[in-house]
């Protein structure tokens, strides 16, 4: 079936870096873009930014440039997000989502990655 | 950069009773317009795309409407698997940006 399978809870220290891995199966990985969404505890859904799975190149939202890497593996068709210098406020679960296309919305969901950022 | 409105913020029901969220842009975008169910310690689902069209598998009691920049979900007769937080999502920018959710409770 389709589905995407992101790593495990990570806990970092502040000016750590982390990078999360979304392994997608049962479908063809460069058909679709791949987004990120992140999520604060008790919080809403911010989107972050999208990777073009054909071309890899990644689009990022406001609040998103700098510290952020998309990137992925096609060979594995395994998608990456790379976040630098952590702070606190980083503190969120990450989502890894497809696209179903034609601006039709995120159809598949990874679980959801928990990063924590304390010392 | 579009902004999307959702009201009410929380909304306290009962099982059985018919149930409306409303999601508003900050400027027209057609029908680019998606709606997600999240419950607790769950990943977002989608329900709706294009305003109106229904996810497979998503029962029929789940509804949108709307076009511009007014759209809404209805829920015709809650059941318990309802309750869980609603956001609805522009797919007009490319920006995807998501309303700051609606959280259905149990009255």
């Known amino acids: 079936q389709v589905q995407l399978v992101q790593s495990g809870s990570e806990l970092k220290k502040p000016g750590a870096s982390v990078k999360v891995s979304c392994k997608a199966s049962?479908?063809?990985?460069?058909?679709?873009?791949m987004n990120w969404v992140r999520q604060a505890p008790g919080q809403g859904l911010e989107w972050m930014g999208w990777?073009?799975?054909?071309?890899?190149?990644?689009t990022y939202g406001q609040g998103f440039t700098g510290r952020f890497v998309f990137s992925l593996d096609t060979s594995v068709s395994t998608a990456y997000l790379q976040i630098s210098g952590l702070k606190g406020e980083d503190t969120a679960v990450y989502y890894c989502?497809?696209?179903?296309?034609?601006?039709?919305?995120?159809?598949?969901w990874g679980q959801g990655t928990m990063v924590t950022v304390s010392s | 950069d579009i902004q999307m409105t959702q009201s009410p913020p929380s909304l306290s029901a009962s099982v059985g009773d018919r149930i409306t969220i409303t999601c508003r842009a900050s400027?027209?975008?057609?029908?680019?317009l998606n709606w997600y169910q999240q419950k607790p310690g769950n990943p977002p689902k989608l329900l709706i795309c294009?305003?109106?069209t229904l996810q497979s598998g998503v029962p029929s009691r789940f509804s949108g409407s709307g076009s511009g920049t007014d759209f809404t979900l209805t829920i015709g007769s809650l059941q318990p698997e309802d309750f869980a937080t609603y956001y609805c999502?522009?797919?007009?920018?490319?920006?995807?940006?998501f309303g700051q959710g609606t959280k259905l409770e149990i009255k």
């Open positions: 989502a497809r696209n179903s296309g034609d601006y039709r919305g995120f159809d598949v």
């Open positions: 049962g479908y063809t990985f460069t058909t679709y873009a």
């Open positions: 990777i073009n799975t054909n071309s890899g190149h990644p």
């Open positions: 400027q027209s975008i057609s029908t680019y």
């Open positions: 294009a305003a109106s």
């Open positions: 999502q522009e797919s007009y920018s490319s920006l995807y940006t």
